[in-house]
């Protein structure tokens, strides 16, 4: 079972990346011709979070015992759903510093090293896969973080659709961000005695770090969605400003501090 997910994780790997790169050879739209590596990076993101975290919501009703016995109870698709996300985190990083500097992709490059640790050590272990198909929910709230993206780099900040998608991206961080983060940091701690001490640090570790940046990501989009009487200011296409990076390639990035992409 192990080599078979290791098999597939390389399989994912390859074809995000793949992806990534045929991307390239496709213009982006118009308004987002300034930051066309952002553009491509959260396109494929988006594609990794619909697929994994519809996934992870049709297994769970499907099969329930993944939730009620996370350790052990879990069909072979499952297997399969979570080594195609550790191929993508894998590949998602390497285009990072493929195209980042390590400054300016460190927060994120830390989220996809825990996230690829747990996840690997459920593929290795054939352990933990329904407590992974859980956390693979958190993926509904990244795909309406990345449409959110989208629309930010299309400059569509004012319109219904970007504040439909605002709080797309809130009521789902609620639901499926931070009630699966609370359900398996509850459940970690009354179960401990049933987990192997290492295996317990390791979740633990990943609770809190991604829990913390879940927590930052929605006060940033709260703060600038909701909170704020004025409209996001546009961004900026013709020249770099302090919150404009220029990656590898010589194209410009513009960081948008609302909106910490979250790839779980």
């Not at 597939?8 to 990346?17: E, I």
Request: aromatic fraction near 8%; charge should be positive; include cysteine.
């Amino acid at each position: 079972m192990a080599s078979w997910g290791l098999l597939v994780t390389g399989a994912s790997f390859a074809a995000f990346r793949g992806l990534h790169w045929a991307l390239q050879l496709l213009p982006a739209p118009g308004s987002a011709a300034h930051d066309r590596w952002k553009w491509r990076n959260i396109c494929v993101s988006l594609l990794h979070s619909l697929l994994t975290g519809v996934g992870a919501l049709l297994g769970l009703s499907l099969y329930p015992q993944m939730a009620a016995d996370p350790i052990h109870g879990h069909p072979p698709w499952a297997l399969v759903l979570v080594a195609v996300s550790v191929g993508y985190f894998l590949a998602d990083g390497v285009d990072m510093l493929w195209n980042q500097t390590l400054r300016q992709a460190w927060e994120l490059l830390c989220h996809h090293l825990v996230v690829v640790s747990c996840f690997s050590t459920a593929i290795l272990s054939s352990h933990c896969v329904g407590f992974s198909m859980v956390s693979l929910l958190l993926e509904l709230n990244s795909a309406c973080l990345h449409l959110r993206q989208l629309l930010l780099l299309s400059h569509q900040a004012p319109s219904l659709a970007f504040r439909m998608a605002s709080w797309a991206t809130l009521a789902t961080l609620a639901l499926f961000r931070l009630v699966p983060l609370g359900w398996m940091s509850l459940w970690l701690i009354r179960q401990q005695h049933q987990v192997p001490p290492p295996l317990v640090i390791l979740g633990a570790t990943g609770l809190v770090t991604v829990g913390a940046l879940s927590i930052t990501l929605g006060v940033r989009i709260l703060v600038s969605d909701v909170l704020r009487s004025q409209p996001h200011p546009p961004i900026p296409g013709h020249k770099e400003t302090r919150g404009t990076r220029r990656c590898r390639n010589g194209e410009l990035v513009t960081r948008d501090d609302s909106t910490l992409s979250l790839k779980d």
